[in-house]
């Protein structure tokens, strides 16, 4: 499954446009008109002039105060002449800043992605942390997208398997160790920068984040972590290994997909993660070893799929609040692991186990409660199961 990008919006583009000068003289110059004649009237009103007298003679003052009137107006005018200058001279100067700082951030980028390159894991792991400060100090979100992304292309590439402890393979045990460090230092770097927040200057909250295919092997912590807006995708994901730690994340706009993704002999823990809006997908995916947690994570708006194979270990939704939005089980399979619902709550979320296989999951019927609320529907061989 491929990251679809959002399409780059109009603030996106530093190309800079500027009106021709007359353009924007006779533009600012009518302005000033309009605003002039809207003051004149304004005060005529205000005084209560009902006539004007047109027989009355130009004296001596009136003259000189229409003389002042016209030196006044030709000072405004050449204020709005060197108002316009210096606003051109701002837009060129913030400009060419710009190009400058996108020309110094391609050469440090260049440097980057040649280390990450290199044959040696710690000059990729050098590599690593100066594309994570590279995409700090972006000068506007494209750059810094890029830099994201090269650092999870990294991630997806094929790297050799672990060749064991048998020490005719000491050397290249010690080059796959060497190169799994830098993968959970990648990872390490993400979680730390999604959990920080949203507008601060080291936050990514809000890119895109393509960890498509990726093997996970070993502890990653995203806890705390909030997802929003972008598209994030762990599409095909496989956890094999360690801790995945998700816990306390707010997952609140944009789409999550674990579409098609493994959890195998790793712990995979979501406990207390907030579903607040936006699409999560876990359709396709198959949980047959280790343990995925959502106990007492709260549903509140979310789109949330399980239309998944739940084939061995144990899946606990145990303590969760399904408060909002959808949650479909529609077509998954409950044929081995062990499910729970224990003490769960069901006070809002549409929740359908429609065409599902298997027995029902532990404690479901009784934290559903009878009657079933209208919001929740089961499989009739659930709600009979002697006939």
Same mark, same amino acid.
């Given at each position: ?8 919006? /109009? &603030? ?30 304004? @005060? ?22 229409? =003389? ?12 709005? =002449? ?129 960890? +498509? ?6 502890? !990653? ?21 360690? @801790? !995945?730690?998700? &816990?306390?994340?707010? @997952? ?30 876990? &359709? ?18 979310? +789109?949330?799929?399980?239309?998944? *194979?739940?084939?061995?270990?144990? =899946? ?15 077509? *998954? ?37 009878? /009657?079933?609320?209208?919001? =929740? ?11």
């Amino acid at each position: 499954m491929t990251l679809n990008r959002r399409p780059r919006s /109009p &603030s996106d583009d530093r190309e800079l446009r500027l009106w021709r000068v007359g353009r924007a003289l006779a533009v600012i110059f009518l302005v000033a008109v309009l605003a002039a004649g809207g003051v004149f009237y304004g @005060l005529v009103y205000l005084l209560d002039f009902q006539e004007i007298d047109t027989t009355a003679k130009l004296d001596a003052k009136t003259l000189f105060d229409l =003389v002042k009137l016209s030196f006044g107006v030709v000072a405004g005018a050449g204020a709005l =002449v060197a108002l316009v200058v210096a606003y051109r001279r701002q837009r060129v100067d913030e400009a060419g800043a710009h190009r400058e700082a996108t020309r110094l951030h391609t050469e440090r980028f260049s440097q980057a992605v040649q280390q990450l390159g290199s044959d040696s894991p710690a000059v990729q792991l050098g590599g690593v942390h100066a594309l994570a400060g590279l995409a700090d100090d972006a000068p506007d979100d494209s750059l810094r997208q890029t830099c994201i992304d090269v650092l999870c292309a990294y991630l997806q590439l094929p790297f050799i398997p672990d060749p064991g402890d048998d020490p005719a393979y000491q050397e290249e045990r010690h080059r796959y160790l060497a190169l799994r460090k830098v993968k959970h230092t990648i990872l390490r770097l993400i979680g730390d920068h999604y959990r920080r927040p949203q507008g601060t200057r080291r936050s990514w909250q809000g890119c895109d984040l393509d960890l +498509t295919g990726v093997i996970i092997d070993g502890p !990653m912590d995203f806890g705390g972590a909030t997802f929003s807006c972008g598209r994030v995708s762990f599409a095909g994901a496989t956890f094999s290994g360690g @801790l !995945m730690d998700f &816990s306390h994340a707010k @997952l609140s706009g944009g789409t999550v997909s674990f579409y098609g993704a493994r959890f195998s002999g790793s712990r995979v823990t979501f406990g207390y993660a907030t579903f607040a809006s936006g699409t999560v997908m876990f &359709s396709g995916a198959t949980f047959f070893g280790g343990t995925v947690d959502f106990y007492d994570s709260m549903f509140a708006g979310s +789109t949330v799929t399980f239309e998944a *194979a739940f084939s061995g270990g144990t =899946v606990d939704f145990n303590g969760a609040a399904f408060a909002g939005g959808k949650v479909p089980f529609g077509r *998954a399979a409950f044929a081995g692991s062990t499910v729970t619902f224990g003490d769960a709550t069901f006070s809002g979320s549409r929740v359908s186990f429609d065409d599902t296989t298997g027995q029902a999951p532990e404690g479901l019927l009784a934290s559903v409660g009878t /009657p079933v609320p209208a919001t =929740v529907t089961l499989p009739e061989a659930w709600l009979t199961p002697n006939t």
